[in-house]
Protein backbone atom coordinates (compact mmCIF):
# COMPACT_ATOMS: atom_id res chain seq x y z
CA UNK A 1 0.00 0.00 0.00
CA UNK A 2 1.43 3.49 -1.14
CA UNK A 3 1.62 6.14 1.83
CA UNK A 4 -1.23 8.01 2.60
CA UNK A 5 -0.16 11.79 3.41
CA UNK A 6 -2.01 14.01 5.55
CA UNK A 7 -0.38 17.39 4.83
CA UNK A 8 -1.62 20.28 7.01
CA UNK A 9 -1.38 23.83 6.02
CA UNK A 10 -1.62 22.56 2.34
CA UNK A 11 -2.54 25.81 0.60
CA UNK A 12 0.52 27.72 1.70
CA UNK A 13 4.07 27.95 -0.03
CA UNK A 14 5.46 24.87 1.57
CA UNK A 15 2.44 22.55 1.96
CA UNK A 16 1.41 23.66 -1.41
CA UNK A 17 5.17 22.72 -2.94
CA UNK A 18 4.97 19.69 -1.16
CA UNK A 19 1.96 18.71 -1.73
CA UNK A 20 2.02 18.98 -5.37
CA UNK A 21 5.56 16.96 -5.42
CA UNK A 22 4.24 14.01 -3.41
CA UNK A 23 0.84 14.03 -5.53
CA UNK A 24 3.27 13.78 -8.36
CA UNK A 25 5.04 11.10 -7.50
CA UNK A 26 1.72 9.19 -6.87
CA UNK A 27 0.69 9.66 -2.94
CA UNK A 28 -2.47 9.48 -1.81
CA UNK A 29 -2.86 13.13 -0.29
CA UNK A 30 -5.42 14.98 1.92
CA UNK A 31 -4.76 18.18 2.37
CA UNK A 32 -5.95 20.46 5.07
CA UNK A 33 -6.15 24.30 5.63
CA UNK A 34 -7.86 27.13 6.83
CA UNK A 35 -6.78 29.41 4.86
CA UNK A 36 -5.63 31.63 7.10
CA UNK A 37 -2.22 32.61 5.09
CA UNK A 38 -3.19 31.42 1.93
CA UNK A 39 -5.72 30.92 -0.63
CA UNK A 40 -7.57 28.17 -2.59
CA UNK A 41 -5.22 28.50 -5.84
CA UNK A 42 -3.10 25.32 -5.00
CA UNK A 43 -6.02 23.29 -3.90
CA UNK A 44 -7.70 24.04 -7.38
CA UNK A 45 -4.88 22.50 -9.31
CA UNK A 46 -4.58 19.82 -6.96
CA UNK A 47 -7.80 19.05 -7.83
CA UNK A 48 -8.12 19.25 -11.22
CA UNK A 49 -4.51 17.59 -12.21
CA UNK A 50 -4.65 15.05 -8.97
CA UNK A 51 -8.20 14.65 -8.73
CA UNK A 52 -7.80 10.60 -7.83
CA UNK A 53 -5.51 10.81 -5.40
CA UNK A 54 -6.54 14.59 -3.77
CA UNK A 55 -8.76 14.56 -1.20
CA UNK A 56 -8.99 18.29 0.76
CA UNK A 57 -10.84 19.66 3.97
CA UNK A 58 -11.59 23.33 4.99
CA UNK A 59 -10.70 22.92 8.62
CA UNK A 60 -8.90 24.58 11.65
CA UNK A 61 -6.89 22.72 13.42
CA UNK A 62 -6.24 24.65 16.44
CA UNK A 63 -10.48 24.70 17.15
CA UNK A 64 -12.03 21.82 15.94
CA UNK A 65 -10.63 18.35 16.79
CA UNK A 66 -13.46 16.77 16.31
CA UNK A 67 -13.53 17.56 12.04
CA UNK A 68 -9.91 16.62 12.23
CA UNK A 69 -10.85 12.94 13.95
CA UNK A 70 -13.20 12.44 11.26
CA UNK A 71 -10.56 12.74 8.92
CA UNK A 72 -8.00 10.53 10.40
CA UNK A 73 -11.01 8.10 10.24
CA UNK A 74 -12.30 8.43 6.88
CA UNK A 75 -8.56 8.79 5.40
CA UNK A 76 -6.18 6.56 7.21
CA UNK A 77 -2.78 8.25 6.84
CA UNK A 78 -0.12 6.34 7.41
CA UNK A 79 2.28 9.44 7.57
CA UNK A 80 1.13 13.38 8.67
CA UNK A 81 3.03 16.27 7.49
CA UNK A 82 2.15 19.21 9.69
CA UNK A 83 2.90 22.64 7.84
CA UNK A 84 0.34 24.44 9.20
CA UNK A 85 0.99 27.56 11.21
CA UNK A 86 0.43 31.35 11.84
CA UNK A 87 4.54 32.44 11.05
CA UNK A 88 4.91 36.38 11.05
CA UNK A 89 7.65 36.94 13.56
CA UNK A 90 6.43 40.69 14.05
CA UNK A 91 2.65 39.99 14.31
CA UNK A 92 3.61 37.35 16.53
CA UNK A 93 4.60 39.79 18.99
CA UNK A 94 1.61 41.50 18.29
CA UNK A 95 -0.97 39.30 18.57
CA UNK A 96 0.63 36.67 21.00
CA UNK A 97 -2.09 34.79 22.58
CA UNK A 98 -3.76 34.23 18.62
CA UNK A 99 -0.04 32.76 18.24
CA UNK A 100 -0.13 30.16 21.21
CA UNK A 101 -3.46 28.95 20.36
CA UNK A 102 -3.44 28.16 16.52
CA UNK A 103 0.26 27.00 16.87
CA UNK A 104 0.35 25.13 19.87
CA UNK A 105 -3.49 23.76 19.88
CA UNK A 106 -2.80 22.54 16.09
CA UNK A 107 -0.39 20.40 17.26
CA UNK A 108 -1.99 19.18 20.75
CA UNK A 109 -5.33 18.02 18.86
CA UNK A 110 -2.81 16.31 15.72
CA UNK A 111 -1.12 14.58 17.77
CA UNK A 112 -4.52 13.71 20.03
CA UNK A 113 -5.44 11.60 16.49
CA UNK A 114 -1.66 9.84 16.46
CA UNK A 115 -1.12 6.22 17.13
CA UNK A 116 1.91 4.28 16.65
CA UNK A 117 1.82 3.29 12.95
CA UNK A 118 1.41 7.11 12.16
CA UNK A 119 4.57 9.00 11.25
CA UNK A 120 4.52 12.44 12.43
CA UNK A 121 6.81 15.24 10.32
CA UNK A 122 6.81 18.81 11.91
CA UNK A 123 8.08 22.05 10.59
CA UNK A 124 9.81 23.72 12.98
CA UNK A 125 11.85 27.17 12.66
CA UNK A 126 15.28 28.24 12.57
CA UNK A 127 13.66 31.16 14.98
CA UNK A 128 13.93 28.52 17.59
CA UNK A 129 17.54 29.04 17.56
CA UNK A 130 16.78 33.05 18.33
CA UNK A 131 19.78 35.60 17.53
CA UNK A 132 23.10 32.60 17.93
CA UNK A 133 26.15 33.81 17.24
CA UNK A 134 27.28 29.76 16.57
CA UNK A 135 27.29 29.86 12.89
CA UNK A 136 26.10 27.69 11.07
CA UNK A 137 23.81 26.35 13.10
CA UNK A 138 23.02 22.77 13.55
CA UNK A 139 20.19 20.53 15.40
CA UNK A 140 22.41 20.64 18.56
CA UNK A 141 22.75 24.77 18.63
CA UNK A 142 21.40 25.85 21.81
CA UNK A 143 17.57 26.57 21.75
CA UNK A 144 17.12 30.41 22.78
CA UNK A 145 13.67 31.75 20.87
CA UNK A 146 13.62 35.63 21.23
CA UNK A 147 9.81 35.76 19.28
CA UNK A 148 6.63 34.65 20.28
CA UNK A 149 6.58 32.30 16.92
CA UNK A 150 9.46 30.95 17.78
CA UNK A 151 8.43 30.08 21.22
CA UNK A 152 5.19 28.26 19.79
CA UNK A 153 7.42 25.79 17.47
CA UNK A 154 9.28 25.40 20.88
CA UNK A 155 6.49 24.40 22.79
CA UNK A 156 5.37 22.44 19.80
CA UNK A 157 8.30 20.59 19.52
CA UNK A 158 8.56 19.70 23.38
CA UNK A 159 4.57 18.48 23.09
CA UNK A 160 5.69 16.50 20.18
CA UNK A 161 8.59 14.85 22.14
CA UNK A 162 6.44 14.30 25.25
CA UNK A 163 3.82 12.46 23.39
CA UNK A 164 6.55 10.87 21.42
CA UNK A 165 7.73 8.98 25.12
CA UNK A 166 4.37 8.49 26.07
CA UNK A 167 2.57 6.49 23.16
CA UNK A 168 6.00 5.00 22.22
CA UNK A 169 5.78 6.77 18.84
Known sequence: MKERILVTGAAGFIGGTFT????????????IDNFSNSTNRNIKIFNTKFLENFTFSKADLADDISELK?????????????????????????????????????TK???????????LIFSSSATVYGDSPQQPLTEKS?????SVYGK???????????SSLSKGI
Open 152 to 162: TKVASEDLIKE
Open 142 to 146: PITPT
Open 70 to 106: KIFQKFKPTTVIHFAGLKAVAESEEKPDLYWKNNVDS
Open 109 to 119: NILQCLNSKIS
Open 20 to 31: YEALKKGYKVHG
